[in-house]
């Protein structure tokens, strides 16, 4: 069973810095790409960032380029997202999921960003 554990979000002002990671289980971590995605209170998933299998490729939305990073540790299966310079933008529920070799993708509960003065 595919199980994604999401943590390290909380409040902090604008300008701050967080970093969020993703505990993955049930599936060969180091085989597949991993991405974050978040929801803004009120709006749709956006996409933030996604990583190769290897960690060697990354990409980034226009909105969090140059802030944030992704990583990943493929020994302990975890994923990461540094997120510097935070904006009141980034508020959202922010959560990671797996590019599997099947129709279904899978999610954590997420964990909540609040980027508040």
Known sequence: EVQLVESGGGLVQP???LKLSCAASGFT??????????QPPG???????DISSSGL????????????????DNDK?????QMNNLKPEDTAVYYCTPDLDEPT????????????S
């Open 29 to 38: 971590f180091s085989k597949y790409p991993m991405r974050w995605l978040r």
């Open 57 to 72: 490729t990354t990409q980034y939305s226009d909105a969090v380029k140059g802030r944030f990073t992704i990583s990943r």
């Open 15 to 17: 300008g701050g810095s």
């Open 43 to 49: 709006k749709g998933l956006e996409y933030v960032s």
């Open 105 to 116: 993708r899978y999610w954590g509960p997420g964990t909540q960003v609040a980027v508040s």
């Open 77 to 81: 299966n975890t994923l990461y997202l």
